[in-house]
């Protein structure tokens, strides 16, 4: 299994940038691909950003051409740039991996406060 430890998020005023990372330790040859995922208040957990192992890369709608997700296979970390932030953008962020044999579960950080005031 690996765990997962993501940074703090923070609160940013709206059009400014936060960087989230998220550090994976433990069987980490088992991870396929890895992504960021928020929930807000009220709302179902979604998808923001993924990234697999070769490096492809797919975005919600809502943060294409804002967000950039990027990968260190050598330090085992995943990065989430996030720019021109808007209030909507406000959740609790988690890192997640995915692993390479399908049927385990996915594993999931521990989730990090983003707020974005107007």
């Known amino acids: 299994q690996v765990q997962l430890v993501e940074s703090a998020g923070g609160l940013v005023q709206a059009g400014g940038s936060l960087r989230l990372s998220c550090a994976a330790s433990?069987?980490?040859?088992?991870?396929?691909?890895m992504g960021w995922y928020r929930q807000a208040p009220g709302r179902q957990r979604e998808l923001v950003a993924a990234?697999?192992?070769?490096?492809?890369?797919n975005y919600a709608d809502s943060v294409k051409g804002r967000f950039t997700i990027s990968r260190n296979n050598a330090k085992n970390t995943v990065t989430l740039q996030m720019n021109s932030l808007k209030p909507e953008d406000t959740a609790v962020y988690y890192c997640?991996?995915?692993?390479?044999?399908?049927?385990?579960?996915?594993?999931w950080g521990q989730g990090t406060q983003v707020t974005v005031s107007s």
């Open positions: 997640n991996a995915q692993y390479k044999s399908s049927w385990l579960n996915p594993t």
């Open positions: 433990g069987n980490i040859f088992s991870i396929n691909g």
């Open positions: 990234i697999t192992g070769t490096g492809s890369t």
